[in-house]
């Protein structure tokens, strides 16, 4: 039972490093600025971030921003209205991958959508050796399990390290498909409760896609944002300084949203 319940918190450990880097320092820090980075974290992100999650961070940003600017459309790189709820976990790495490289041959256009993030795209990805960050976390699990003969706990690790995959489909799909809408945002956006909790709060999509800029994604008493909880406990850390302005329901939307 001790060993179950040590797998179990090394993947709950693991799976939270993941996250704080996707929806903490990629998300609501380089993406939006809803929160803002010290120079120390910003270049400590920049340098480990493909390393840690397996995705680049400039890559990654790009995407979003291009989602946010062309959510649910034929030019969206993720929407389930394009390519279904299943289809979707593949469109997201193809669109992904496609983004790398036209940012890799230096195409204006996508530049130009982060023009603002002063790093580059991981050497990883500009000599084409992606994959090397999974490698990594793969001989993490296979030592722990050769060494030790941990496999499970090895595997705990792999699975909560490398799980943005899973997080981003469940948060692409379920939360542009079923839930309900605080706001009428031109798009097929919701707020999807199970999705957020499990994913840190990300699944109150159609909030974040009325105030993008919003550190918090809850603006309801009985939406819990535990991303917001990270941002702040970062923030008395000494790592970020939360600056984006918190989202609220008025009186009238919240009239509109519940009739």
């Known amino acids: 039972m001790m060993y179950y319940s040590a797998c179990l918190m090394v993947f709950v450990g693991a799976y939270l490093i993941n996250i ?38 400039k890559g990654w940003c790009c995407m979003h921003r291009l989602h946010h600017l062309h959510s649910d459309t034929d ?25 790398l490289r036209r940012l890799g041959r230096r195409d204006p256009d996508t530049l130009r959508v982060v023009s603002d993030l002063d790093f580059s795209v991981s050497w990883l990805n500009r000599k084409k050796l992606w994959y090397v960050p999974y490698l990594v976390h793969i001989g993490i699990w296979l030592g722990l399990g050769l060494i030790v003969d941990a496999w499970l706990l090895g595997f705990a690790y792999f699975a909560g390290m490398m799980s943005h995959p899973i997080q981003g489909w469940m948060v692409n799909a379920f939360a542009h498909a079923y839930g309900y809408q605080n706001f009428s945002t031109g798009d097929d956006s919701r ?56 989202a609220q329901m008025t009186p009238r939307l919240e009239t509109a949203a519940t009739n």
């Open 20 to 57: 704080t880097y996707i929806t903490v320092f990629y998300h609501r820090g380089l993406t939006h600025g809803a929160v803002r980075l010290s120079p120390v974290t910003r270049r400590f992100v920049a340098v480990t971030g493909n390393w840690v999650t397996g995705l680049d961070p």
């Open 75 to 99: 030019l969206d790189p993720h929407s389930p209205r394009r390519f279904g709820i299943m289809g979707l976990l593949l469109a997201q790495l193809r669109s992904y991958n496609d983004i």
């Open 191 to 246: 707020n999807n409760t199970l999705v957020a909790w499990l994913v840190m709060g990300e699944g109150f999509q159609n909030n974040h896609h009325r105030y993008p800029t919003s550190p918090r994604f809850s603006v309801r008493w009985f939406e819990v944002d535990l991303g917001y909880g990270l941002c702040v406990a970062l923030q008395a850390l000494g790592l970020l300084k939360i600056v984006g302005k918190r």
